[in-house]
């Protein structure tokens, strides 16, 4: 409610709505009787470490971007993709069979930084709307951190539950959930709106 409803209602930018959850945490541990010194301190290293990681990671993927800008690199993947002569469904497919491969072995941060803004000059040319294919991205990043071999979401899981379950029982229950979000994929695909009507009415002109 505090960082995604003041982003929503206009009242902070994603910066200060960040403040004001970390706020509304400070508030939920004092409730929950949590809100000791050791853990703060401890709270803050973590977040200090964390922000230190992505900045490189920021640094790491802006300067990749900058020199493969400045190589060509975005114009050789849109002649590319203009030369091979493909329709807008299969460009979809093609792009997000990609970034499916890439999420078993990088973490979301690397693909959207580094991986995405490769496709989206390509986005006016094959006339797809960006809230569509992010939303598509952020489906197709789930169904990949689901799928065997390298489900990340089952190590996850199998790292907090080391000796309460089998990584082969995690797999199998992941099957489920997996094909869910791979038809909600198809849902979106067909009914377009599903992404589109939430921006639309937020930021209509």
Same mark, same amino acid.
């Given at each position: 409610m505090l960082v995604l409803g003041t982003i929503l209602a206009g009242i902070a930018t994603p910066a200060e709505a960040a403040a004001a %959850? #970390?706020? %509304? @945490? /400070?508030?939920?541990?004092? *409730?929950?009787?949590? $809100?000791?010194w050791q853990n703060f301190k401890e709270s803050v290293f973590l977040t200090a470490k964390t922000t230190a990681m992505i900045m490189w990671l920021f640094i790491g993927s802006w300067t990749f971007s900058s020199v493969f800008s400045y190589l060509g690199g975005h =114009?050789?993947? =849109?002649?590319?993709? &203009?030369?091979?002569?493909?329709? &807008?469904?299969?460009?979809l497919v093609i792009t997000q069979i990609i970034i499916f491969l890439l999420g078993w072995p990088l973490e979301w941060t690397e693909i959207l930084i580094i991986f995405v803004p490769i *496709? $989206?000059?390509l986005l006016e040319v094959f006339g797809?709307?960006?809230? *569509?294919? @992010?939303? /598509?991205? #952020? $489906?197709? /990043?789930? &169904?990949?951190? $689901? &799928?065997?071999?390298? @489900?990340?979401? #089952?190590?996850y899981l199998k790292g907090v539950q080391k000796t309460n379950v089998e990584l082969l029982d995690i797999f199998r229950g992941i099957m489920p959930f997996l094909a869910i979000v791979i038809? #909600?994929?198809f849902l979106m695909y067909m009914f377009p709106s599903i992404a589109l009507w939430l921006p639309e009415t937020l930021f209509a002109n």
């Open positions: %959850g #970390a706020f %509304g @945490a /400070l508030i939920l541990s004092w *409730f929950y009787k949590t $809100l000791k =114009e050789v993947f =849109e002649h590319f993709f &203009t030369s091979i002569n493909i329709s &807008t469904w299969q460009f *496709f $989206l000059p797809v709307n960006p809230y *569509f294919f @992010a939303m /598509l991205i #952020a $489906l197709n /990043l789930q &169904t990949s951190f $689901l &799928t065997p071999p390298m @489900a990340m979401s #089952a190590y038809f #909600a994929m």
